[in-house]
């Protein structure tokens, strides 16, 4: 196996800043897609005539949310290792057209109902794969473009504009998708053909690839598991037999067992072999295990937040302050909008100061003002004051960006040049896997407060509006996950439940408005969501908590890639 050296970086800034401007625009991009497909959801099912709270059809929902995330979480590794092999530029530049054409193939969709969703969901994972390529190789091409003093605040911009695609995309998506459901992929076409010509014009290699073999029993490995155990995690959200949930179903259990089985034999065959696709070696390297560890713990706190703070607007506090449920999920997008501007202020400033102080102290003050904000978060009322509301989301996003560009530039300033491809695929892995593992955390936890207090408190409410005892009983012990994704979803329940079992039509006008009304499914949700809360916030202020650990063993010092580099 070929040595790799880093050739000299680029010397003209002129190319500096067309690597960042185009990473940046493929970054902003991706991570858009990622939400604005979350947001316009309703639009999206009502044009392919589609329920998506039917049970049958919970399935094609979760795909739709979790599925793009889970193909990056297992793909981005290799990808980044290929990078590594056949040059960065190339991977990413190809990854850049797997994305567009899959973005024109999503507009075009030919069929309705289940062969519909079945359409969105294919070509939403090959699109996640171009995002992969993109995610990948990202980093690594600013990396070797850029000079150590300079390198924090390039990923620092770097970073902003992925998560500020993520917040922004929950507005396009409600905007987008009040003219034309289509109109969510559309966005993506015209940036995407630009992009594309851009890249392959104006980019070029500024580091040898290294070559070898591509580590096939590796990549099917760590594929499998991590697949095994995504696609459990979404199954096991799903209920089960009378269950609130599927983590008793043999098929989820079966994936688990087997995704883990698969972890293990990974590890093993990439402890021994010459050339693997996850250089364990690079855990070797103090700064990078610290950083990855942190990274992890952070992406799982924040992971799942954004769907539990969505469906606290839509669900209760968007309805309860007068919110029509259609107008719910475009206004919810535009409530979080403090969060977003919070990471914009702070990261391209601490990526700037991380390059002149370093990434240690930063990154650990970030970690402990994201921690903070889950606390204010768990002593805010259900029915909270927006201003505070608001200060809080600020505080976490401000937080968000102290973490992030330090956290980065210091994982892939850490290791030798050769290898920052595959370094970089698995930074993006953890944070990938654990976004994807959180939705799958923080939902179940919300499932599981909601289960058992939810069934009561809504059989009991119907009943003492007029609904029979067996109609209210059945619509109480529906799923719950159908009550969290109405909330999401910007659908009113309760309507929902009762016109399902045919209840609605027997009830005196004065008892239908009242029931399908902006308070009474808002007002029954507040108690059992609320204690889900709690819980939620918890966890993430504990996992905040080990990031700052994490942070603090991180060295004061230069590190040995940077020492190469001088």
């Not at 890249?199 to 580590?215: F, K, N, Q, V, W």
């Not at 990974?266 to 402890?271: A, D, H, K, N, V």
Request: with cysteine; proline share 5%.
């Amino acid at each position: 196996m070929a040595v790799a050296t880093a050739v000299e970086p680029a010397a003209d800034k002129r190319y500096q800043w067309v690597a960042l401007t185009n990473t940046t625009a493929a970054m902003f991009m991706s991570a858009l897609d990622g939400s604005i497909v979350l947001i316009a959801l309703p639009p999206i099912f009502r044009g392919i005539h589609l329920d998506p709270l039917a049970p049958g059809n919970i399935a094609y929902l979760l795909w739709m949310i979790m599925g793009y995330r889970l193909v990056q979480a297992v793909f981005v590794v290799s990808l980044g290792r290929l990078g590594d092999m056949f040059g960065r530029v190339r991977i990413y530049n190809a990854g850049f057209m797997v994305f567009t054409i899959a973005s024109v193939l999503l507009s075009f969709d030919p069929f309705d109902g289940a062969h519909g969703a079945m359409w969105l969901i294919g070509w939403r994972l090959l699109q996640a794969v171009g995002g992969s390529m993109l995610m990948a190789n990202s980093a690594a091409i600013l990396t070797d473009a850029f000079p150590a003093h300079r390198r924090g605040f390039a990923l620092g911009v770097n970073q902003v504009a992925a998560l500020a695609g993520m917040f922004i995309g929950l507005v396009a998506g409600g905007l987008l998708s009040a003219w034309d459901w289509r109109a969510v992929f559309w966005v993506n076409v015209p940036v995407g053909i630009f992009g594309t010509y851009w890249a392959y014009r104006r980019l070029r290699e500024t580091s040898r690839a290294t070559g070898g073999r591509i580590d096939w029993w590796g990549n099917v490995t760590f594929a499998v598991g991590l697949g095994a155990v995504l696609i459990g995690v979404t199954q096991g959200l799903q209920p089960y037999h009378g269950h609130a949930m599927g983590w008793t179903n043999p098929s989820v259990i079966t994936l688990l067992t087997v995704g883990l089985a698969s972890l293990i034999v990974f590890y093993l065959i990439e402890s021994r072999i010459a050339e693997p696709m996850f250089d364990l070696s690079l855990f070797k390297i103090h700064d990078f295990t610290v950083g990855n560890a942190a990274s992890l713990a952070i992406s799982v706190a924040r992971g799942g937040l954004q769907f539990v703070l969505v469906i606290w607007l839509q669900g209760i506090w968007l309805p309860l302050h007068g919110y029509d449920y259609a107008d719910t999920p475009l206004w919810a997008g535009i409530f979080l909008l403090p969060m977003t501007v919070g990471f914009l202020i702070s990261g391209p400033v601490s990526g700037y100061l991380s390059d002149r102080f370093g990434s240690r102290g930063l990154s650990t003050a970030g970690a402990a003002v994201f921690g903070s904000s889950f606390v204010g978060l768990m002593l805010l009322p259900v029915q909270f004051p927006y201003w505070a509301f608001a200060t809080l989301i600020a505080v976490n996003g401000i937080g968000s960006g102290m973490f992030g560009a330090p956290n980065t530039s210091s994982i892939m300033s850490s290791v030798p040049a050769g290898k920052r491809g595959a370094a970089s695929g698995m930074r993006s892995t953890f944070q990938n896997s654990g976004t994807a593992v959180s939705i799958g955390v923080f939902f179940s936890l919300m499932i599981a407060g909601l289960a058992s207090k939810l069934p009561r408190a809504l059989s009991g409410g119907l009943q003492q509006q007029g609904v029979s005892a067996h109609a209210a009983t059945q619509v109480g012990h529906l799923p719950p996950v159908s009550s969290l994704f109405a909330a999401m979803l910007g659908v009113n329940p309760v309507q929902h439940l009762l016109s399902g079992v045919g209840a609605l039509n027997s009830l005196s006008p004065g008892a239908q408005a009242t029931l399908t009304g902006r308070e009474f499914f808002p007002n029954l949700l507040s108690g059992p969501f609320h204690h889900g809360l709690i819980v939620v916030f918890a966890v993430a202020t504990g996992l905040s908590a080990l990031a700052m650990i994490a942070c603090l063993g991180r060295s004061k010092g230069r590190n040995v890639a940077q020492d190469e580099e001088s």
